[in-house]
């Protein structure tokens, strides 16, 4: 390993040495956008610097220019305070500068090991057979040291995705990255596999290198890293340390203005129970069942959060609670009562709202006008009681309320829903399914693919509801999320409830944990 010490990088003058990366007045325009604004970067060897931003701030950008991917319209770049261009990704590969991209470059039916050099000529002369089990052995070294547990010899189909970015990892320390850079890592990891990610980054960190850490989520980038630059629609508009920053004063720079409080501002003891699971069963959409078993209680007043990972039978959990798949066993009751099983009007009329996470399939009907999708629900309950004309009417009045009241960018009710942006969408079922004064709310993915702004009334209606006093069922792969909303979070895996505790009490190991499969530490 080459990687300098404190010492050799002062000069002969003891100065302090030049950042291991500085890029200055980056400016990078896209046809109608500009995507880096004269962004200021400075990286030091040896920490672990997050690019913090929302999505579209211009990350993935800044750090394409710094691998030789995109070229900048304007600005420098000093390695070591050399100034350096790189006209293609080879010339950063060259400076020792890697990227674990979004979507992995890797080659799938290739072995890990194969995967690591591939692209690297170093040490050709040798025979293939020699240099084959010298890579091999090389790969688990490496994957030892630092904590990347892979098969050298397995093939890369084979894996997970968070094995396949510890591949990615392997390559860049396979050739001595001194700059790596990672470009929302934690995107396909459970919170477990992101905690040793961050043990090998600091781990990198420690030896010298340069690690920059792109992230979107304020805890994560509070947990790695040292510093943090904050990205804000292209801009760079702050430096600060990590340790020095709470969640908040990282949050309002992301964002440009005051959140409102994470805490939900509600002293209230639940109410009685608005919903009661008892060992619930549900099948699958093919096959097997998807709910195995499930037992949970939600009270009016409080928000309960389902964490797991995605396809542990959460989907199928809402679904059968919303009436919309059959339970094939155990108990549903809504305010007490038996909902009649595998029907929606059954719930409904019983108070549930369902917000599902396929917002354009279940949630809305892309093709009708916003107002009809507004109505969706109420004219189910009440087409009987009108005539056809004052039904209109009601319906549009009754959507021009609602677009003002939920603030629903939308060239008028009239126009069909697919014109809206996924953000307004989203805000079309929530303006529905709390208008019809629901006793129980299950939300699931409700803020995923939203920005920030979008977020922040999402949850802000989430956290009305609970406080007019309605149930919030609040399925969510995002624990940033769960933690800020949730008043109990319980895990599911493998079609269970397999754990459960407040939000005091609440521990993100311990959660990621369980989501992993893994055993609650304290069930013994
Ligand atoms: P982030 O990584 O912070 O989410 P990006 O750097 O990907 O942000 O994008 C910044 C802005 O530039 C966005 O508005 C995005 O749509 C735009 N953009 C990024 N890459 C391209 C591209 N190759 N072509 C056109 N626009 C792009
Ligand atoms: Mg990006």
Redesign the pocket.
């Known amino acids: 390993m080459t990687v300098q010490s404190e010492k050799d990088r002062r000069g002969a003058d003891g100065a302090p040495p030049p950042p291991a990366v500085e890029m200055r007045g980056i400016v990078k325009r ?2 109608g ?1 500009l ?2 604004d004269r962004v200021d970067f400075e990286a030091a060897a040896g920490e672990v610097h997050a690019l913090l ?10 750090s ?1 220019i710094l691998t030789g991917l995109y070229r900048p319209d304007a600005g420098e770049i000093f390695i070591d305070g050399e100034p350096v261009q790189f006209h293609s990704p080879r010339d950063a590969l060259d400076a020792r500068i890697f990227m674990v991209h979004q979507h992995f470059r890797l080659v799938e039916p290739f072995t890990v090991a194969e995967n690591v050099v591939l692209g690297d000529h170093r040490g050709e002369g040798r025979t293939f057979r020699l240099r084959h089990r010298a890579i091999e052995q090389r790969v688990a070294e490496l994957s030892k040291r630092y904590g990347l547990a892979v098969d050298p010899r397995a093939r890369v189909w084979q894996l997970s995705l968070g094995e396949q970015q510890r591949v990615e990892i392997l390559k860049a320390l396979y050739r001595e990255a001194r700059i790596l850079i990672l ?1 929302e890592p934690t995107a396909v990891l459970t919170p477990q596999e992101a905690d040793v990610l961050f043990e090998t980054l600091r781990e990198m960190a420690a030896e010298g290198r340069t690690v920059v850490f ?1 992230s979107h989520k304020l805890h994560e980038v509070k947990a790695v890293a040292d510093r943090v630059t904050v ?1 804000r629609g ?1 801009r760079s508009v702050a430096t600060v340390s990590a340790a020095d920053a709470t969640l908040r004063s990282l949050a309002s720079l992301m964002v440009g203005r005051e959140l409102d409080s994470g805490q939900p501002a509600r002293a209230r003891t639940p109410g009685e129970p608005v919903l009661e699971l008892t060992d619930v069963w549900s099948d699958a959409d093919r096959g097997d069942s998807a709910v195995r078993g499930a037992s949970l209680v939600v009270r009016g007043g409080e928000i309960v959060a389902v964490a797991g990972v995605a396809g542990n039978g959460q989907r199928e959990l809402a679904e059968t609670v919303a009436g919309m798949r059959r339970a094939t066993r155990g108990k549903i009751l809504v305010c007490g009562k038996a909902i009649r099983a595998g029907d929606p009007r059954s719930a409904i009329a019983a108070g549930v709202a369902y917000v599902p996470e396929d917002r354009l399939g279940t949630g809305v009907a892309p093709s009708l006008s916003i107002a009809s999708n507004l109505a969706l629900k109420g004219y189910r309950e009440r087409s009987s009681s009108h005539g056809p004309l004052l039904r209109i009417g009601r319906i549009r009045e009754h959507a021009v309320e609602l677009i003002q009241r939920y603030s629903i960018a939308a060239p008028g009710p009239g126009a069909p829903a697919r014109l809206l942006s996924g953000g307004n969408l989203q805000k079309v079922v929530l303006a529905r399914e709390f208008s019809g004064k629901p006793r129980l709310l299950i939300a699931a993915s409700p803020t995923r693919g939203l920005d920030v702004g979008a977020i922040e009334t999402v949850h802000a209606y989430l956290r009305e509801a609970a406080a007019d006093g309605v149930g919030v069922l609040l399925i969510s792969e995002d624990l940033d999320e769960i933690l800020l909303l949730a008043d109990r979070v319980a895990v599911m895996y493998e079609g269970a409830i397999v754990g459960e505790t407040s939000r005091e009490e609440a521990d993100v190991e311990e959660i990621g944990l369980l989501m992993a499969g893994g055993q609650d530490p304290r069930a013994d």
């Not at 931003?53 to 800044?62: H, I």
């Open positions: 896209f046809p956008v995507a880096n931003g929302e999505n579209g701030a211009g990350k993935s950008t800044l394409n470009d792109i990205l292209g």
